[in-house]
């Protein structure tokens, strides 16, 4: 029974993996066609990601909007989860279904309800428009993240900080803010890797002011097909896989992810 699960899961593995694997293939393809198995082996692909003065402006903008817009997320999810935590009235709740309900929603009527607002105030197309909507859109993610670890820590922490005389403040710099930093740095990572691969939001709120990655590639779409396109899908995988890996290398990540220590069950 063990080997027929574990080949069941290979093969779900292997499945789930094929569409990467074709991509993976594309993008090395020697010829400018989107064949798969690649007619030759070519890193140029890659190279003018970073060579070409388009695709490079396009990239530079992605990671500039999702830096961006991950830092906004946190610093409006960081106060919210605190908040949350400290206090018990009920209506506070209120607050957080705010916060998760732009996530919940589809794409699509979170950016018409951002177009809507932004053309209505005058400031449609501005970059900074879309480092707003993208923090809105994906505030959910830190702060879920940040509520786990305020949930995480022993009151009784709290309790005798403010004891030995420490205001809200200094208990929340001294105490708090250490134990919950793990959990800051993954809510700001999972913020970071969804904006970098976001299009819908990006295009509605600036249009093509600002060319990022996945706007770059809707663009391209219109003059035919090229290997570049499945080497930007590759350089995103790429990057998150990076990023999801430093998370669990410096960080608990089942914790990260929920998952309760023998402690708490």
Do not use: C
Request: no cysteine; charged share 10%.
């Amino acid at each position: 029974m063990t080997i027929l699960r574990n080949i069941f899961f290979g093969l779900v593995g292997l499945f789930l993996a094929l569409p990467l694997i074709v991509v993976a293939g594309v993008s090395v393809n020697a010829r400018q066609s989107l064949t798969f198995p690649p007619q030759g082996f070519s890193l140029s692909w890659y190279a003018q990601i970073f060579l070409d003065m388009e695709w490079r402006s396009a990239l530079i903008a992605s990671f500039v909007l999702a830096l961006s817009s991950a830092a906004l997320a946190v610093m409006i999810a960081l106060p919210l989860a605190w908040f949350l935590w400290r206090r018990y009235a009920p209506w506070a709740h209120i607050f957080q279904l705010l916060g998760v309900a732009p996530f919940t929603l589809p794409p699509v009527i979170t950016a018409l309800g951002l177009l809507t607002f932004w053309a209505t105030t005058g400031f449609y197309g501005q970059p900074w428009t879309a480092v707003i909507g993208h923090a809105i859109f994906f505030v959910t993610l830190p702060l879920v993240t940040i509520s786990l670890g305020f949930s995480a820590i022993d009151r009784s922490l709290v309790e005798a900080a403010s004891t030995l005389g420490g205001d809200d403040r200094t208990v929340f710099r001294t105490v708090v803010l250490p134990l919950i930093s793990p959990y800051i740095v993954s809510g700001y990572a999972f913020a970071f890797v969804l904006s970098l691969n976001e299009y819908i939001v990006a295009y509605m709120t600036v249009g093509f002011t600002l060319e990022t990655l996945p706007i770059k590639i809707f663009n391209s779409l219109r003059y035919g097909y090229t290997p570049t396109m499945a080497a930007v899908a590759i350089l995103f995988v790429a990057t998150a896989g990076i990023v999801f890996s430093l998370v669990a290398r410096f960080g608990d990540l089942p914790k990260l992810l929920g998952a309760m220590t023998s402690s708490e069950n």
